[in-house]
């Protein structure tokens, strides 16, 4: 809806805002007139109208996708509001939503192509066009290739909000550069991307990644209680998720929340358990250990719809297949057309007291009774089953021991875990612990507990799909990552087809090369290729999930050119120094690159240091979008472009628009790998995308649609949302449906992870990829206790504290701070301490402090609370956009002040997803003072402050004839 109404004229910037009210209210005070302090203006302009016209978009400061309503006077947008028909936001917005005219209108909002003139560090910069700008990059990385190679081209990616993640795929996947590191990934919901696939063939627990929506569910409200395991929901999308988890509690619905930090959701908690930081696999098999010992997991689901009874070869560490125990065995679930895999396992059979073929079926036409908790002889060795191993890991910890190890108090943990098992529950994580060592044994552990008791795909639980797609009429496959390579490369392995179907279809990639002229056994073999010379994944196997690299590695090629050449750097996101550890080291590393191109709407601490080329991008309500199926609940918005400024570009153009030009560099597409290998929404023109977006959303014109958006939101009823039992549906086989995983059942024993270890399975199908000598690539498959490299357990007086980190409401990201409004609130990271710990150390509330550890230090403002226990020190990450400010004598990138992650280490990483230790490390703390260069006083934060003017629209450049 497009709302115009003429209004009076209005000019006041936020200063002369709130001095007039405060001139006001003085006036009213004493009864005098306060109009002698205003100032005189031309008649004509006072009177004159602006044209007031109101637009439907959907934020995007972070993932959530609020709907609301944006008004402009004159073109010029001054107003966002939310709008009341989200089903969960219900008009609410947060500060990062009402920021995004600071950000918009921003003087730090880049423009124009910029072209670095001076020394990097120096921040000087001319304008250039668009065209000159996509020539200059693609001329620096075609003169990479031509000297070096295409794996001399690295990619920078990550999250952020607006400024997506999807990029880096279709740049690397086009080129065939292997290089891709993110401030995000390995770091953040890589593992629970992979659980939920390995695991279950679906969606995952991952609570601040839009899953875990069981328990917002009011229409059919049924969950009973909800563990929030380092979830920081209401810090992460305070209007979507906070709201919905008030609404949540009001409903009755109790809540626990396991977080060593008092956050929003542990104040409204019924139980908190404040954990030691990084001491939750402890709690996790304190849980398992609870539940089994006292018989409350749901022994009917255990037995038929997880691998749990599956007996396990020692040797192999896989599932023994009916076949390699009896050589004539005919497995009756075998799909006689041999496209579809639903294998036979080997159980000890409670019925016989014996092994058994484990057939799929029905639990009422199977012909055992499977025991979950056992060890039997397979073929003359002694073989656990599955849950053994699990039971095995968790025997040890009592409530005593657990209790010892987290920090908790035993009878704490025992009402939890029991409100937990004895209720429609589930838990629903956070990322908290992807930046750890430790990602893929918590992942697994949350994930495993709630399929040994039954939470899944069922009413009142969190393992469940809202989506009507997720039904299946046949025998249920999945991978989303390896689906497309396969079809287009012959690479990577389909779950639930056969040995034979998988080999057909890599073939038939092959040939279809070869129809076309290509040679297409080199191509496949170049694609393999490729995927393997990412750095770190011979160790680090499943970072070839989301297509990244572990980060040592990295660096490391970047400072001695060894494996190869690392020439040029394209970061598609904002500010990597912000968001991740050794920045000294990789600021050593990022200088002996020969150019760097970053594309991003603002100059940041990355700009300043390394960046000889800045692409600009749009802000949201700059960013037209269609198929960016990231939803509010069940309804997924249109985003309108409601203003343009100066050149700014659309994001999904830009990556496009500069592999083409690389290609013509080159001499022609036969020059990089696939360059219509583009399978992320990317487009040249937008005239490209409308249909698509057009048939998403039901219409026949996206650009007459769009002006009404409002009007076109595309809305799963609530009733069809919600999918439950989907596993028990009768598909085209006969059986039940089951799950998209290797079994066709639950994996809490996680077969995919001991394959992906040991060869590359199933990226890299028909092909493996062996591991280097000195390195285990024996990955855990189950929940297994570690303790983080540096733990609590032992006495350190050098580093006595533990560190733990987390979100806030102000920003997301490494955004919004060069937002005044919210820089104001929260100008400098607070460093939160217990106030016993700080009158020790002679600290105050609002006293600087200096913090250091094994590898860096930074500082920070305290903040006492009793929020954190004693021995813990929370503290967020940050940087400082005013370091490079024109205003400064002393200009620098604005990382080192205050970055919690100089602290951080990457040396030590987890073993399937390279996830590094980015908190739960040891440090110590002393009184400082206030670091040079920073703004902390609300007037500081002028030159911040918004210009609310326009500029061109110039988005025709980006049109290929």
């Known amino acids: 809806m497009e709302d115009k109404e003429r209004t009076p004229r209005a000019s006041m910037t936020r200063r002369s805002f709130a001095k007039l009210s405060a001139l006001a209210g003085a006036a009213g005070a004493v009864g005098l007139a306060a109009h002698g302090s205003l100032t005189e203006t ?13 637009h439907h978009t959907v934020c995007h400061n972070c993932y959530n996708n609020c709907p609301c309503w944006v008004y402009t006077e004159d073109g010029v947008a001054v107003k966002i509001e939310g709008d009341e028909n989200g089903t969960l936001s219900k008009g609410a917005l947060c500060t990062k939503a009402l920021n995004q005219l600071h950000l918009v ?7 124009h192509p910029m072209k670095r003139v001076g020394e990097r560090g120096t921040n000087e910069w001319e304008a250039i066009s668009w065209d000159e700008a996509l020539d200059l990059a693609a001329e620096q990385m075609a003169t990479a290739v031509k000297k070096y ?26 080129l065939g550069a292997p290089v891709c590191i993110s401030a995000g990934g390995c770091q953040c919901y890589l593992p629970a991307d992979c659980a939920g696939q390995w695991m279950r063939g679906g969606s995952n627990n991952r609570h601040e990644g839009n899953n875990a929506r069981e328990m917002w569910n009011a229409w059919n409200p049924t969950m009973e209680a909800v563990v929030l395991w380092g979830a920081q929901t209401s ?45 939750d696999i402890a709690m996790l098999l304190g849980w398992f250990n609870y539940i089994i010992s006292n018989n409350l997991y749901d022994e009917e689901f255990c037995k038929y719809w997880t691998n749990y009874p599956f007996l396990i070869n020692p040797e192999t560490r896989l599932p023994w297949r009916a076949e390699e125990v009896w050589p004539d065995y005919v497995n009756p679930s075998a799909d006689p057309n041999g496209v579809y895999d639903t294998p036979a396992f080997v159980c000890f059979d409670a019925r016989t007291n014996s092994i058994q073929p484990f057939p799929f079926t029905l639990p009422e036409n199977s012909p055992v009774d499977p025991v979950v908790f056992t060890t039997a002889v397979v073929n003359g060795v002694e073989c656990p089953t599955a849950g053994q191993i699990q039971w095995q890991e968790a025997e040890p910890w009592t409530l005593k021991k657990t209790a010892e190890v987290t920090w908790v108090d035993a009878d704490r943990i025992e009402e939890a875990v029991k409100l937990y098992a004895t209720t429609k529950s589930g838990i629903g994580t956070g990322q908290f612990a992807d930046m750890s060592e430790l990602s893929s044994n918590f992942i697994f552990g949350t994930m495993a507990l709630d399929m040994l008791c039954g939470k899944v795909d069922k009413p009142g639980v969190v393992l469940t799909e809202q989506k009507p797609e997720s039904r299946w009429t046949h025998r249920p496959t999945q991978f989303w990552c390896t689906r497309p390579y396969q079809e287009t490369f012959g690479v990577g392995w389909t779950v639930g087809l056969t040995l034979e179907e998988n080999t057909r279809r890599s073939q038939a990639a092959v040939d279809a090369w070869n129809a076309k002229g290509v040679d297409g056994e080199k191509k496949r073999q170049d694609f393999v290729d490729y995927q393997r010379a990412r750095l770190g994944s011979d160790r ?55 150019y760097c191109i970053q594309q991003y709407p603002m100059m940041t601490s990355t700009t300043f240091e390394d960046v000889d080329l800045f692409l600009p991008l749009q802000e949201w309500l700059e960013f037209e979008h269609g198929s960016e199926m990231v939803t509010q609940f069940n309804q997924t918005f249109m985003r309108k472009q409601v203003v343009h400024l100066g050149e700014t570009a659309d994001p999904f153009i830009v990556a496009t628009q500069l592999v083409d030009r690389l290609c013509e560099k080159l001499g022609g597409d ?56 989907q596993y028990l549906d009768i598909v085209d086989d006969g059986l039940p449906a089951g799950f998209a995983t290797l079994s066709r059942k639950c994996e809490p024993y996680v077969t995919m992870a001991v394959l992906n270890g040991r060869y590359g399975f199933p990226y890299m199908f028909p092909f493996t990829q062996d591991s280097p000598d000195d390195y285990d690539t024996e990955y855990d498959a189950v929940c297994t206790y570690k303790e983080q490299s540096e733990n609590m357990l032992d006495d350190d007086p050098d580093y006595p504290f533990y560190l733990t980190t987390g979100r806030v409401a102000h920003y997301h990201h490494t955004t919004l701070r060069n937002a005044p409004y919210s820089r104001e609130l929260m100008p400098v990271p607070d460093c939160r301490i217990n106030p016993r710990d700080a009158e020790k150390l002679g600290i105050e509330h609002g006293d600087w402090v200096r913090l250091w550890s094994r590898r860096g230090e930074t500082r920070g403002r305290a903040y006492l609370t009793e929020g954190v226990r004693p021995g813990v020190v929370m503290m967020e990450r940050f940087y400082f956009p005013e370091s490079f400010d024109e205003t400064q004598k002393n200009p620098s990138g604005g990382w080192r002040q205050c970055n919690v992650n100089l602290m951080a280490r990457d040396d030590v990483v987890n073993p399937n997803f390279a996830s590094a230790s980015w908190r739960g490390y040891r440090i110590n703390i002393e ?31 980006f049109h290929r004839a």
């Open 42 to 54: 031309d008649q004509a302009f006072a009177q004159s109208g602006v044209e007031r016209v109101k």
């Open 105 to 111: 209108y921003s003087p730090r909002h880049v423009l």
């Open 149 to 174: 190679g295409m794996y001399s081209v690295m990619v920078g990616a990550g999250g952020g909000g607006t400024y997506g993640n999807v990029f880096q795929r279709v740049t690397q996947d086009a």
């Open 235 to 279: 810090a992460s999308g305070a209007a979507y998720a906070a709201r919905a988890n008030a609404d949540m509690r009001e409903r009755g619905i109790k809540t626990i929340v396991v977080d060593p930090y008092f956050t929003e959701e542990a104040a409204k908690a019924d139980i908190w358990l404040p954990v030691r930081p990084m001491s």
């Open 540 to 594: 680090h196997k499943a970072v070839h999930q989301w297509q990244l690299n572990e980060l040592a590695p990295v660096r490391e090629a970047l400072l001695t050119g060894e494996p190869y050449k690392i020439s040029v750097r394209w970061e598609q996101v904002g500010n990597k120094y912000c968001t991740m550890s050794n920045g000294e080291e990789w600021n050593q590393a990022y200088a002996t690159l020969d």
């Open 670 to 725: 036969d020059q990089i790998l696939d360059r219509d290998f583009q399978f992320n929404g990317t487009y040249r023109t937008k005239e490209d995308i409308y249909p698509e977006w057009a048939k998403a959303f039901g219409v026949d014109d996206w650009e007459e649609a769009v002006q009404h958006s409002e009007d076109h939101t595309v809305t799963v009823p609530i009733e069809d949302l919600y999918q439950y039992y």
């Open 927 to 957: 009184k400082s003072e206030k670091p040079e260069g920073i703004w902390v006083e609300p007037e500081e934060f002028q030159p911040f402050m918004p210009t609310l003017q326009s500029e061109p629209n110039t988005e025709e450049v």
